[in-house]
């Protein structure tokens, strides 16, 4: 099959991390790839054309859609993935009406469809993917978007990602170590920034061996009352509380980790590293994971989509409670045993070709 992916790369992303581990799956099964990304994917540069997908302004889409449309009959291009509302817009445009399918990846939370905005286009393509049930549900709820071309299938992790696993911490012997993983941006920003500002110097306080990484881009705009906490709380504690900044090695970081705080991604692959997470996304705080809520957790990509919230506050002293028992109890990792099942790219990229073929059949 000859797969065209067209995603937004301006910085880096869970999208990002999805399409590298699904081409390369795909590459191995022996299809032909090509991506067209405003940045080269790192490993995949030979198959990346650069085009700046994210510059949504018209006349520079106009021009997208023109190279989409070109390049896709030039290649034979049998699907088109979309990656970004920013890539199915022009993906759609380029191959209305042609003999091309069309298959859009939903990360995130979309616009709400309102009654003055019934008959925007719907630019998803043939068929939707989303990576978790409470996306679906605000597509179809919200959004208005038929349920018969949407299909759940969640992030795909290579199993690869699971070998040597052999921590190399440079931490003191003794010392417990929380990483709080992820962007410092938006709504996930403002609710690190809470935890720097009202959970993490009642922590401090409490335990002397205790250390804290923050580790992700960003930084910039965190909110300013967290970066003066940050500040206060790094003079006061020095080495105890660090901010690492962005970081392609995430793996080590996790695996010199006591407990990882952050939603998505970064939980799924805590989890898969059996590292103890606290759940934490754009739209809900799940908290520390448990039997009691890993199912919530899921349908939400831990934490990041609910239906009707793009934010929230976050309840502090409720934070501190979960996070202070784990520490003084000592607790072990919650281990969850249908990861692979989930999560594994051998089973996700099986289930994204089923889609891909849906997509190319309803084309005849």
């Known amino acids: 099959m000859k797969i065209l992916h067209i995603l937004?790369?301006?910085?880096?992303?869970?999208?990002?991390?999805?399409?590298?581990?699904?081409?390369?799956?795909?590459?191995?099964?022996?299809?032909?790839?090509?991506i067209m990304t405003d940045n080269p994917l790192n490993g995949l540069e030979h198959l990346c054309i650069t085009v700046p997908i994210s510059n949504r302004k018209y006349k520079?889409?106009?021009?997208?859609?023109?190279?989409?449309k070109e390049l896709a009959i030039e290649r034979k291009i049998d699907v088109v993935h979309a990656h970004s509302r920013a890539a199915s817009w022009v993906a759609y445009y380029a191959v209305r009406r042609k003999k091309i399918a069309?298959?859009?990846s939903i990360h995130g939370i979309q616009k709400k469809t309102s009654r003055l905005t019934l008959k925007r286009v719907d630019v998803y393509g043939d068929q939707i993917i989303c990576i978790c049930k409470n996306l679906a549900q605000q597509l179809i709820n919200e959004v208005r978007l038929s349920g018969k071309k949407i299909s759940v299938i969640h992030n795909g992790i290579d199993s690869s990602f699971t070998e040597d696993t052999n921590s190399d911490s440079n931490l003191p012997e003794g010392r417990k170590t929380i990483s709080v993983i992820g962007r410092f941006n938006g709504p996930k920003g403002q609710n690190f920034s809470s935890f720097i500002c009202n959970v993490f110097p009642?922590?401090?306080?409490?335990?002397e061996h205790l250390s804290i990484r923050l580790v992700g881009p960003e930084w910039d705009v965190l909110p300013e009352e967290g970066k003066a906490a940050f500040s206060k709380l790094s003079d006061q504690y020095k080495d105890r509380i660090i901010h690492n900044g962005y970081t392609?090695?995430?793996?080590?970081i996790m695996l010199s980790s006591d407990l990882i705080i952050g939603g998505g991604r970064v939980?799924?692959?805590?989890?898969?590293?059996?590292?103890?997470?606290?759940?934490?996304?754009?739209?809900?705080?799940?908290?520390?994971l448990s039997n009691d809520n890993i199912q919530d957790a899921i349908d939400s990509n831990f934490g990041d989509i609910k239906q009707g919230i793009r934010s929230f506050e976050v309840n502090a002293q409720k934070a501190f409670d979960q996070i202070d028992t784990f520490l003084k109890n000592d607790e072990n990792p919650f281990i969850y045993d249908h990861?692979?099942?989930l999560y594994g790219i051998e089973s996700t990229s099986k289930q994204i070709e089923f889609v891909y073929q849906k997509a190319i059949s309803g084309k005849k």
């Open 202 to 207: 009642l922590l401090l306080e409490k335990y």
């Open 248 to 252: 392609k090695d995430v793996k080590s």
């Open 8 to 34: 937004s790369s301006d910085f880096y992303s869970g999208a990002v991390a999805y399409v590298s581990v699904l081409v390369k799956k795909q590459l191995e099964d022996g299809h032909e790839i090509l």
């Open 267 to 288: 939980a799924i692959e805590a989890l898969m590293l059996k590292k103890a997470i606290f759940a934490i996304g754009e739209a809900e705080m799940h908290g520390l």
């Open 60 to 68: 520079n889409r106009i021009k997208n859609v023109a190279i989409i």
């Open 102 to 104: 069309m298959v859009s």
């Open 339 to 341: 990861l692979s099942e």
